[in-house]
């Protein structure tokens, strides 16, 4: 659906992206997550055609950058962070005014298309109030309603639960998920627990540069960091079981925790993307008398893998 290729967009001197790319298949849900300043923004803005790209190619189904600008923005549905909302109108003036300058104005289609959001977004009971009455998650809906009015294919959501409270932002993950089974949606967020519930893919951008890209289940499972093991030995010294440890592999490092006021020591075990030291370690230890009371393969926190690819000497 979405293929970008090497984007790279400078303001003067700064680099604010830098040689991403990325690709978007039919139906996905991917999430983009880095710091403040780290190059999300941009990147959607130049998915969307907002800002030209300093170099690189972004390619939407059959049309290319900026050859296709228009073809391509009538494919996507655009909400930026702050929606773009008249506060002085009602609800219903304002969607019968963003569907006039979409190209609907016939009657007939607008009433069927207002009805079909109303339902999607959770509107019906807000139509007639003015959106400057309305809670920040409601103006969220309005201006999810906004980029949804032409049915666009594609859904390109800047932190859109950014300010809302857990409710509220339960209430738009449930939308964004209603809405994925049929659009193809990218979606900026800070708020991890978000992006772990509602996305296929998550992307984490640092600097202007792709830190990780896949699954959520293949970032916490270690996929692209150190394998982590604990293990925690009763019947021993730190010193001799530190010794043994260090000769089961040149590849492994295993560092002291505290140990425990009932006399055990405790191991945290790091190797290398894809190498797994569980089998050696249990069968060095097998040869001792030692009792071990816990050995176990960590799946990583996202917010932990976050911190790690986003740190400032990452």
Known sequence: ???????????????????????????????????NGAGKTTTLRMLTGYFKPTSGSIRVKDFHMPQDTLAIKSLIGYLPESAPLYHNMLVYDYLAYVA?????????????????????????????????TLSKGLKQRVGLAHAMMTDPEILILDEPTSG??????????????GIGKEKTIIFSTHILSEAEATCDRIIIINKGKVAADDTTANLKSGRHQDSVIRLSLLGTDRADAQALLAGI??????????????????????????????????????????????????????????????????
């Not at 809302?164 to 998920?177: F, G, S």
């Not at 945290?268 to 071990?292: N, S």
């Open 164 to 177: 809302l409270d857990p409710n509220q932002i339960a209430e738009i993950r449930d939308i964004i998920r």
């Open 1 to 35: 659906m979405i293929d970008v290729q090497d984007l790279t967009k400078y303001y003067n001197d700064f680099c604010a992206v830098d040689h991403i790319s990325l690709s978007v298949q039919p139906g996905e849900i991917l999430g983009l997550l880095g710091p």
């Open 100 to 132: 006039k300058i979409k190209g609907i104005t016939d009657t007939a289609e607008q009433q069927e298309r207002f009805g079909t959001l109303a339902k999607l977004c959770g509107l019906s009971s807000i139509m007639a109030k003015p959106i400057a």
């Open 249 to 314: 592999d040149p590849d492994m490092a295993a560092t002291p925790v505290d140990a425990d006021e009932d006399g055990t020591v405790s191991f945290e075990i790091r190797a290398p993307e894809g190498k797994d030291v569980r089998e050696p370690i249990y069968l060095k230890i097998k040869e001792t008398d030692w009792i071990i009371t816990e050995f176990v393969k960590e799946s990583q926190a996202l917010e932990k893998i976050f911190r790690e690819l986003t740190q400032e000497d990452a």
